[in-house]
């Protein structure tokens, strides 16, 4: 008989397969994270930003979202969460990047982009 562990799983198990060795080493290394919601929440801004990153060539205005460290890094949280749980492609994810761009060009505030691309996910209206 398998024994079945209490509480709740790991995070890292439920994170998709390539960025769970990146959670690891975020976890390992001591960085200043508080919880294990914002080491999450760290490994899916850096996996969108990577993903961003490799497509910089095609994205006008790439540091209104990836600039300031701390404000717009919700911004490319809900887009990791995109990639990662709600499964959509990177070029579903850049196109929503571009729009997040536009957006910060318009005046529109980073809560307000957050809120946008998180209702968007969640509901798949964009």
Request: glycine share 10%.
């Amino acid at each position: 008989m398998e024994k079945r562990s209490r509480g709740r799983p790991r995070i890292s198990e439920r994170i998709a397969g390539s960025s769970a060795p990146l959670y690891e080493s975020v976890v390992t290394s001591g960085s200043k994270c508080r919880s294990r919601r914002s080491t999450t929440d760290l490994v899916y801004a850096f996996q969108s930003g990577s993903v961003l990153m490799e497509a910089a060539s095609e994205i006008e205005g790439l540091e209104l979202i990836c600039g300031d460290h701390y404000q717009c890094r919700s911004i490319l949280n809900q887009l990791g969460r995109m990639l990662l749980i709600e499964g959509y492609g990177e070029n579903d994810m850049i196109e929503i990047a571009k729009t997040a761009i536009k957006a910060k060009k318009d005046g529109y505030t980073v809560k307000e982009i957050e809120r946008y691309i998180r209702q968007g996910r969640m509901t798949g209206e964009w």
